[in-house]
């Protein structure tokens, strides 16, 4: 038994020290030995195959290869052409209006429609993939094909959850740790120069371990744009990885609420080496004080870029939400940047009504890997005579455009949020207008 | 790659629900999850409060009509089943199983559909629709967009066309007998993609 027990401990530090030297020193260090590449290739020609087979498969269904999330079909016809076909059956009546007992069909049918499916909330539901990725948890309608693709699916469940999944959380325990105790090393250091170069040193290699803890392959693109000292950068969110994917390529000051627990201790350990920017829970209610400290972390020059998500809230990486617009209005150059998740290796978007943190994390360290691109969009400025609102817009459209998102109207708070009356009024003034026609033109205004 | 019903097991009665509205497994699936979505606290219920979350309910002129017919006279809140129930007639009848003489009518029938439709109008559920209950109807779907003597002389039309035993409300049979040309199964049915 004792045999045993040597064994496994001498196999845990051999294990240990491979994981090291071939992990995390490399990724530390910023260069890279090529096993991660390797293991990109393997993936992505076992994809390829994966998606060959199922297509060969389904050759003899018809299959509709629509990437859309959609339960039900959606009449496109417009208020008056649906109103119209319903008055067909019988002659406009000369006084009394234009009303008959049937409108109300059409405006149920598009109410039940809108209960059972809705633009915005399909937003923040997981993106359906066109081809299986031989994941369980993106197994939605996808049937029994070849004993090879089952077995493959099955190797692949046992390499990602006893092979990777270990390993994944090994180097982002490694991560952290390394975070909190270096960055708080870093934090007694008396204020010299050194400190700075220190500080960013440390953040970033830890982000990179925790990088690596992800089998995240990141694409940078247009890196002269990269966001200055004494600016803001906005992004559109996914999921709390973004900042991982972002503090791999540069320093960002942090805008957040205190959180306790485990997150608590990390943002104190943060905060000792370089300025954040965490707000008590009271304070954040109060506009005037939030606008505040952000200008004055933005005006000094020495502080880092502020790091932002405007969303406010995480969405499925298909869209770009609005965005709010409290950090467009503090007068500071916007360096936007998109970024886009490849939904073949990984679902990256973090569900907060159906997952916890901690689950989520898992599902992460379970997936094939995660692999985006990062776009630095050029610095922009609110011009003369330009609403923060409108500035916001502006923004948001130059990240929906450079990410290959769609650009949305809508709110990212309209998960759980009611609705203003004025766009009922719309919809009121377009139906009285059908029913009563000219005579209610001198009413409405 | 289990099969389907395994996870049809964590919503009560699946069987009974297929078979009683004629929706697909994989389709009582998907309105379970969007169910599920709906219901914020996971009461296993939905209550008003949570279909107005919904954006395009809530600019609807007769939204509010349709949130309550979810909702049982007297009761707060809907389970599943009666959320399942209540989509069910809104299904095409194009999709209909063929089924014996012994059961019930299917929730999709014309007449459901017109039922439904109805009872938007017939608050009280009295089994007409009286005058007062037409102005209300038109007063939600065009509010002030239109003079009251517009709204009355609006009413008092649609009440001549339908009525036909001049008791100066509408009744069912009425209602359905102004209906005769409309294409029911069209204007009242969604599409489910399958």
Known sequence: MEDFWAFALWALRI??????????????????????????????????????????????????????????????????????????????????GDFTLSDCFYFTRRGIES??????????????????????????????????????????????????????????????????????????????????????????????????????????????????????????????????????????????????????????????????????????RDRHLVTKRLQDHVNDKTKLPILIFPEGTCVNNTSVMMFKKGSFEIGATIYPVAIKYDPKFGDAFWNSSKYSMVSYLLRMMTSWALVCNVWYLPAMHQQEGEDAVHFANRVKSAIAHQGGLVDLQWDGGLKRAKVKESFKEEQQKQYSSMVVGEDSSSNSD | MGSKSSSLNKIPNAQELMQETGFSAAHILRLYERFEFLDVDQMGELRPEDFGAIRELSMNPIGDRIISAFFSPGKETVDFASFVRILAHFRSTETNRTRDGAQPEPANSRTRKLKFAFQLYDQDRDGKISREELLQVLRTMMEMQVTEEQLQSIAERAIQEADLDQDDAISFDEFRKSMEKVDIDHKMSIRFLS
């Open chain 1, 115 to 284: 209960i059972v499916e809705d633009e915005v909330t399909q937003r923040f539901t997981s993106e359906e993939l066109v081809s299986w990725n031989l994941l369980t948890r993106s197994h939605k309608d996808f049937q029994y094909i070849s004993l090879k693709l089952t077995l493959v699916y099955g190797l692949g469940i046992f390499v990602r959850y006893c092979i990777l999944a270990p390993l994944r959380i090994t180097l982002a325990c490694i991560g952290l740790t390394w975070l909190v105790i270096g960055t708080s090393a870093v934090g007694l250091l008396p204020n010299w120069r050194m400190k700075f170069w220190l500080s960013e040193l440390v953040h970033v290699m830890c982000y990179r371990i925790c990088a690596r803890g992800l089998s995240a392959t990141i694409h940078y693109h247009n890196r002269e744009n990269k966001p200055q000292k004494g600016g803001i950068c906005v992004a559109n969110h996914t999921s709390p990885i973004d900042v991982v994917i972002l503090c791999n390529d540069g320093c960002y000051a942090m805008v957040g609420q205190v959180h306790g627990g485990l997150m608590g201790v990390l943002q104190r350990a943060m905060v000792r080496s370089c300025p954040h920017v965490w707000f008590e829970r009271a304070e954040m």
């Open chain 1, 15 to 96: 294990w240990l020290y491979l994981v090291i030297s071939l992990i995390m020193i490399p990724a530390m260090f910023g260069f890279s030995l090529g096993i991660s590449e390797t293991y990109m290739t393997i993936l992505v020609k076992t994809l390829e195959w994966a998606t060959l087979k199922i297509q060969k498969g389904y050759a003899d269904e018809q299959l509709e290869a629509s990437a859309s999330n959609g339960l039900i079909q959606r009449e496109d016809g417009s208020m008056e052409k649906e109103l119209e076909e319903l008055r067909r059956s019988r002659p406009k009546p000369p006084v009394g």
